[in-house]
């Protein structure tokens, strides 16, 4: 049996990063927050996480892209990430084997003798309204020779997102994405202070945000990964992407379930609001404030929210421990699942209530 170890508070500076809508004075819901969580890392946390997105990057070309400032590798990379939203990762992972995708070489060749004026720039390409059941567009007299419908992508919003995003990289970016994300984080990095993260992240975010097709949970998630893969000595890089917290409908749930939420007086729907003031992002990220994750690996950063917010994940999923998660619980009701090992500490608040008739 796997055990948490004992609970260790963070003692970074206070005034380095403060989170106005989870209040300091909430102590009770601080302390029961840190027990359940710091637990949870302890059974469920990854102390090799950034090792195994080095590995994946180096083994995906990815790292070499980004030393040498080639953008093709980085872009394929982002892309199959993308194509996971909406979709279980096994479904989605055998749809790409089969079916190929979109890859950088394939669409710069491809715009090459594109008729369309969607596909003059970034901002021409707003509203192509592509789908691929129907084979329609917003410019149905240049379908017949448009190259986007000639990737086998999983859906029609798949293919615009492939050309929304190569079309930024080449317009926005001046077609070096690894130079772009670093002029802006350096450009976002100019003093300290409680913000610095969350002005760091908005810089890479906000922008790509404008990316058809793409979600904050998904963007959190790839560039997390990009950021925290590089070489060592991009140390801004990895600061930034271990502030980066991606919220799921797993890590939603486990919020709302264990009481966390409701004792911070921040209970609300899944969605845009977990990223809101107050929601579940920034929870996270308070907690994770206080927990030691070089406790866990010494070379981690600290403090580590990608870290805690993985480990709250990886307890959740059916891929990890599969202790919290709806085939697990009947969410009409209070949790009764006995192989819980945070059980204890747990309000077991329930997910769904059934209306009385």
């Given at each position: 049996m796997v055990t948490a170890a004992t609970t260790t508070i963070s003692r970074r500076p206070t005034t380095e990063r403060t989170h106005p809508k989870i209040q300091s004075g909430q102590s009770s819901a601080i302390n029961h927050a840190i027990r359940l969580i710091h637990a949870v890392c302890g059974l469920a946390g990854s102390p090799t996480l950034i090792d195994?997105?080095?590995?994946?990057l180096r083994a995906d070309k990815v790292t070499a892209a980004i030393r040498n400032r080639d953008t093709g590798p980085v872009f394929d990379w982002l892309m199959a990430g993308f194509s996971y939203q909406g979709i279980s990762d096994q479904v989605a992972y055998r749809y790409m084997e089969k079916h190929g995708r979109a890859t950088w070489r394939q669409i710069k060749e491809g715009l090459g003798g594109a008729s369309c004026p969607k596909l003059k720039s970034y901002w021409h390409f707003h509203d192509c309204r592509y789908d691929k059941i129907s084979r329609t567009c917003a410019e149905p007299d240049h379908i017949s020779?448009?190259?986007?419908?000639?990737?086998?992508?999983?859906?029609?919003r798949l293919n615009q997102t492939a050309y929304s995003l190569f079309?930024?990289?080449?317009?926005?970016?001046?077609?070096?994405?690894?130079?772009?994300?670093?002029?802006?984080l350096q450009d976002a990095n100019y003093q300290a202070g409680p913000d610095r993260f969350a002005r760091m992240r908005a810089s890479l975010i906000e922008p790509l945000r404008e990316v058809y097709g793409v979600s904050d949970k998904v963007l959190t998630m790839a560039l997390s990964c990009i950021l925290l893969g590089v070489p060592k000595w991009m140390s801004l890089w990895i600061e930034v992407g271990a502030s980066m917290i991606a919220i799921d409908t797993?890590?939603?749930?486990?919020?709302?379930?264990?009481?966390?939420l409701a004792?911070?007086?921040?209970?609300?729907?899944?969605?845009?609001?977990?990223y809101r003031p107050g929601g579940c992002a920034e929870v996270i990220d308070a907690i994770a404030d206080r927990i030691d994750a070089q406790q866990f690996n010494p070379a981690f950063p600290q403090p580590f929210p990608r870290f805690v917010q993985?480990?709250?994940?990886r307890y959740c999923s059916q891929n990890g421990l599969d202790v919290c998660n709806g085939n697990r619980i009947d969410d009409t009701r209070r949790c009764d699942n006995l192989d819980c090992q945070v059980r204890l500490t747990c309000d077991r608040v329930v997910l769904r209530n059934v209306p009385k008739r």
């Open positions: 195994e997105t080095r590995a994946d020779r448009c190259p986007l419908p000639k990737h086998d992508l999983r859906n029609g079309l930024f990289i080449r317009d926005i970016a001046d077609g070096d994405l690894v130079g772009w994300i670093d002029r802006q797993l890590v939603h749930n486990f919020l709302h379930r264990t009481g966390i004792r911070f007086k921040a209970s609300h729907a899944y969605g845009a609001a977990c993985h480990a709250i994940w």
